[in-house]
């Protein structure tokens, strides 16, 4: 089946450490994304890449990182320098160079809590 | 820019009413329209969306959303709702950039709750 997996689940994350999400996705869809969603704020998106190699700061970049390397995978790391990191992330596909209009495909999502 | 505002944060409805969760967006060009649906701890779905054509789109699952122009709405109905209908829901909006990139806007969400 085609689809978008997300690992782990649930992270948790140390005072001053940096930590990885996966994102892999088998849809052969060019444009890849990264959201974050806390309560009562809808979803806010964090970076997105339309191609391999290539990507873009959203609305709230600050204190993440990402890469492409693969078409099929779009890691995020949450960095220290992020200073509220506990929220459920997303990740999303879509095609066409995530051109208007296009739909996107969600992920099952990862849990990042704070110790 | 874009922004969507979805004007009811919780919708408790009984099960077999009708319920319509309300969007309004605000953009300076046209847009396309979604709807979005999250269970439980888990990633969204796409419920329906209108490109273009007729106003009134549907999905397979008994809801529908109409596309108002002049009123900057596309809220979401469905006559008859059952408990596994119990989720949270999202408007999103996408302006019409052609071939280029369409960043999608959220709301804030409507969490639809469904009582016995």
């Known amino acids: 089946d085609g689809g978008i997996t997300q690992s782990p689940k649930y992270l948790f994350r140390k005072e001053g450490q940096n930590v990885t999400l996966s994102c892999e996705q088998n849809?052969?869809?060019?444009?890849m994304y990264w959201y974050r969603q806390d309560p009562g704020q809808g979803l806010r998106l964090i970076y997105y890449?339309?191609?391999?190699?290539?990507?873009q700061k959203g609305d709230i970049a600050e204190g993440y990182s990402v890469s492409r390397e693969k078409k099929e995978s779009f890691p995020l790391t949450v960095t220290s320098a992020q200073k509220n990191p506990t929220a459920f992330y997303l990740c999303?596909?879509?095609?066409?160079?995530?051109?208007?209009?296009?739909?996107?495909?969600f992920g099952p999502g990862t849990r990042l809590l704070v110790l | 820019a874009q922004s969507v505002t979805q004007l009811d944060s919780q919708v408790p409805v009984f099960e077999e009413a009708p319920v319509e969760l309300r969007c309004n967006y605000s953009?300076?060009?046209?847009?396309?329209l979604f709807w979005y649906v999250q269970y439980p701890n888990q990633g969204l779905q796409l419920l329906l969306k209108?490109?273009?054509?007729?106003?009134l789109v549907e999905s397979i699952n008994g809801f529908e959303a109409e596309f108002n122009k002049s009123q900057t709405s596309f809220h979401l109905r469905k006559p008859s709702v059952h408990i596994s209908d119990t989720a949270e829901y999202f408007c999103?909006?996408?302006?019409?950039?052609?071939?280029?990139?369409?960043?999608?806007?959220f709301g804030q969400g409507t969490i639809l709750t469904v009582h016995p």
């Open positions: 999303a596909s879509s095609n066409m160079q995530g051109a208007s209009g296009e739909t996107q495909y």
């Open positions: 849809l052969n869809h060019d444009a």
């Open positions: 890449s339309q191609i391999v190699n290539d990507f």
């Open positions: 953009s300076s060009v046209s847009v396309y």
């Open positions: 209108y490109l273009s054509g007729s106003t």
């Open positions: 999103a909006v996408s302006d019409f950039g052609g071939t280029s990139y369409g960043k999608l806007t």
